[in-house]
């Protein structure tokens, strides 16, 4: 087994492919986000990862002053544990403190590991010199407008996520700036692979993930009877060009 992690936007399929690993023998964390009405099966996110990757963010993405009826603003900012939803620019300079370093050794200390969370996107640096040498990456995406209105619905019903007032645009710039990072600034370094989220529904995905990792994976964790957001609507075209170039490098003609 290869130790991995399971990056890309939330609402992607990132928690499907990381569900079908669960069984698999891997270290995942202690303390999961609890299931939701959004994922009904479970998120598959270890609260200490989500708490590192948050403190990291808030370097480059502070909590936003509260207005004037104790609402906090947005998008000046974003507050402790909705910063999954955060746009990085791809210059930003985000620093590992010793604290947290250590906090990272403590959890790649449990291996074979894998573990999952949309903010790697972003603190990958952070985590890679504290990885074993044969850490892997998978990157999971979908159709940016499905992923879009996903993540609006998820910020809907989520009570957590309501100041946010989410819009379509705004979530298409999220699924934006986490996938630049990784194409851009990621993806040169080390053993990728990259699954388009009909790819894991389908089954055939699951093979090729399974064959990466070394691992067994769970080929009926996928339900296919969950209603699922599906892509409508026009997309900007450098988006669409984003979402071209994550097909080709994940085989995906669909």
């Not at 609402?11 to 009904?40: C, E, F, K, V």
């Not at 790697?120 to 504290?130: A, F, G, N």
Request: glycine share 8%.
């Amino acid at each position: 087994m290869r130790n991995c992690l399971i990056l890309g936007s939330g609402r992607s399929g990132t928690s499907m492919t990381a569900g079908a690993l669960s069984h698999a023998g891997y270290h995942m964390g202690q303390d999961y986000m609890a299931a939701s009405p959004g994922n009904p099966k479970g998120y598959f996110e270890d609260r200490t990862v989500n708490d590192i990757n948050e403190r990291l963010l808030a370097q480059v993405c502070p909590s936003p002053p509260l207005g004037p009826v104790g609402r906090r603003l947005w998008p000046r900012g974003l507050r402790y544990g909705q910063r999954w939803v955060a746009q990085i620019p791809l210059d930003s300079k985000i620093l590992c403190p010793q604290s947290t370093a250590g906090d990272i050794e403590s959890v790649v200390g449990h291996q074979p590991f894998c573990l999952k969370d949309p903010r790697l996107c972003y603190t990958l640096p952070c985590w890679r010199p504290h990885l074993p040498d044969d850490t892997v990456f998978v990157c999971v995406f979908r159709h940016p407008a499905a992923t879009a209105d996903s993540i609006v619905r998820e910020c809907s019903e989520r009570p957590y996520l309501h100041n946010l007032q989410m819009n379509r645009e705004t979530a298409l710039r999220v699924w934006t700036f986490m996938y630049r990072h990784i194409l851009e600034k990621h993806r040169a370094t080390g053993d990728w692979l990259f699954l388009h989220f009909d790819q894991i529904v389908s089954g055939d995905g699951l093979h090729r993930l399974a064959a990466f990792v070394d691992a067994p994976v769970d080929a009926n964790f996928p339900d296919r009877s969950i209603p699922r957001a599906t892509s409508s609507g026009d997309v900007p075209e450098d988006v669409l060009k984003q979402y071209e170039a994550l097909c080709t490098l994940s085989r995906f003609d669909g």
